[in-house]
């Protein structure tokens, strides 16, 4: 086995010891400079090769895309640009790679273009900085919640129920769609399929975890939930990874605090442990943004946009505050927005959501208590009898980013949701047992990871921010 060096690890090594790096070819010039690049970094190491000591043929493999190992002493480097370079002694090609056909030229590519591509977008800078970033907020998540001594529950991904209420799901099922075995009544007998009942992916795992922390404390989840919207926005996936947290004990103020400070915690720890990633980010943006119209252009450089969510207290507000805002606002009365805010009871739209952040307030908001018409059927009651205990995060450029509640822990008024809301009670009977059983107060909420991936890297489209996106009309890989 040769011991190979990361590229991440040799731009701290000591000079003028021997190395051996293995990674792709991103550029090579002059038959003499090879921009190599294995992932560990944004950053490519130069290696340089002799001419003379290196055969005709070997010479011609090296192409944009190939995969090499290079053996060589590390020297300060010479040339602009760099600080150390490889002074290459052995190359060997690992892969070749046809550049005549190779999709990725050394060249800027537009997103739409390597969305056709996915499976060989982690090759591309943009896209291995983002999968980067991606990780580390995943890892910045298990850590925080570890660290606070919350249990990671796993809510499974197939059940029988509608977490939402919102009738979104994907159907599993095993029978033959052709000719499904039949009900007296010509219904489809689902007792004949492969659970034995019918069955869906799940559109969020707060329902499971709830009944997890009425006898753990505090959990929290992170796993893929999948909705069958037909929502073919930049902000909508079919399949998008969620994060719930769930405590019991806990009221919508406490949750409230723990939304704004696990948020803050991420931002943070990203920016400090992905400090080249995000400055590569930045600069992306930038040059994206000189395409645009100055109007839409973002006000900020995205490290300080990150900087600024964290360092101010986000606006706390309800909903009947944000109507009248809303209502009284300039784009209202010049019927700017899509959709005119009339009265209370109307649902707010995206736009509505980013004028108060973007525009109003200028700093994320939590909006609360919103009318129980326009909410899930779990949410505690407030005792004006027409509001609930909802909080939803806004963030700039993003709109919605957590959607959480203090859930309804008294048996007779969920009931009472539930019927009104038509929703399956007596599917759902072992999730009104905790509120049997020992009910007490709590609050969760969920936390879109792809939306959070989004605003940290200042990518425009969700699309981007996920290996494998799928969206209505899309599932491939
Ligand atoms: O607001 P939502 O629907 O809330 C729930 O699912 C609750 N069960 C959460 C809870 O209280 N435990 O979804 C939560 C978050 C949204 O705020 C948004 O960030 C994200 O999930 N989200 C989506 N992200 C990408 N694509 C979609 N189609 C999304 N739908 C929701
Ligand atoms: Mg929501």
Redesign the pocket.
């Known amino acids: 086995m040769i011991h190979r060096t990361r590229i991440k690890d040799i731009f701290s090594a000591p000079t003028s010891q021997s190395y051996t790096v293995m990674g792709w070819v991103r550029t090579f010039r002059n038959n003499q400079f090879i921009a190599l690049n294995d992932g560990s970094t944004i950053s490519n190491l130069q290696v340089v090769i002799d001419m003379e000591s290196i055969d005709q043929a070997t010479l011609k493999r090296i192409t944009t895309g190939a995969a090499i190992s290079a053996h060589g002493t590390l020297i300060q480097s010479q040339g602009k640009g760099q600080s150390v370079e490889l002074s290459c002694e052995t190359l060997e090609i690992l892969g070749d790679c046809d550049a005549e056909v190779y999709p990725l030229q050394p060249k800027r590519h537009s997103l739409e273009f390597l969305r056709e591509i996915a499976h060989l977008r982690p090759r591309t800078n943009t896209f291995s900085a983002v999968f980067r970033v991606r990780h580390a907020l995943a890892y910045g998540i298990h850590k925080f919640f570890n660290d606070r001594g919350f249990v990671y529950w796993h809510s499974p991904i197939i059940t029988g129920s509608d ?2 209420g ?1 009738g979104e799901m994907f159907q599993v099922t095993t029978l033959n769609l052709l000719n499904p075995p039949k009900a007296e009544d010509g219904s489809i007998n689902f007792k004949k399929d492969f659970f034995g009942k019918s069955t869906n992916l799940t ?5 499971e ?1 709830e009944l997890a922390a009425l006898g753990l404390g505090q959990i929290y ?1 992170f796993g893929p ?1 999948f ?1 069958a ?1 037909n ?1 073919n926005t930049s ?4 399949e ?1 990874w ?1 994060i ?3 405590v019991a004990f806990f009221d919508l103020e406490d949750n409230m605090n723990l939304a704004e400070d696990m948020l803050k915690y991420l931002i943070n720890y990203v920016s400090e442990n992905c400090k080249e990633d995000l400055a590569f980010l930045e600069q992306r943006l930038i040059e994206e943004e000189k395409q645009k119209p100055q109007n839409e252009r973002s006000e900020m450089p995205l490290l300080e946009k990150l900087k600024f969510c964290i360092e101010q207290p986000f606006e706390r507000l309800t909903y009947t505050e944000a109507i009248e805002i809303l209502k009284n606002s300039t784009p209202n009365k010049k019927g700017k927005f899509q959709y005119t805010i009339d009265a209370w009871g109307a649902d707010l739209q995206s736009e509505h959501e980013r004028y108060l952040v973007e525009k109003h307030f200028n700093k994320p908001v939590i909006l609360t208590n919103y009318p129980k018409e326009i909410k ?1 059927f ?1 949410m505690k009651m407030d005792d004006d009898g027409k509001t609930v205990r909802a909080m ?2 806004l963030f700039p450029g ?1 709109g ?6 203090q859930r309804e822990e008294r048996y007779g008024h969920l009931m009472k949701r539930m019927e009104e809301m038509h929703i399956p009670v007596e599917e759902m009977d072992w999730f009104l047992d905790t509120r049997r059983f020992g009910s007490v107060p709590h609050a ?9 991936v989004q605003f940290v890297t200042g990518m425009s489209n ?1 699309r981007d921010v996920i290996p494998f996106p799928r969206f209505p009309g899309n599932a491939e890989f």
């Open positions: 977490a939402e919102a559109v969020s795992g707060q329902l975890g989840t939930t909705r919207e929502s902000r909508h996936l079919a998008f969620m719930e947290p769930e899930a779990y939803d995060v993003i919605e980013i957590i959607g959480g509640s969760g909420f969920g936390l879109g990871f792809e939306r959070l969700i």
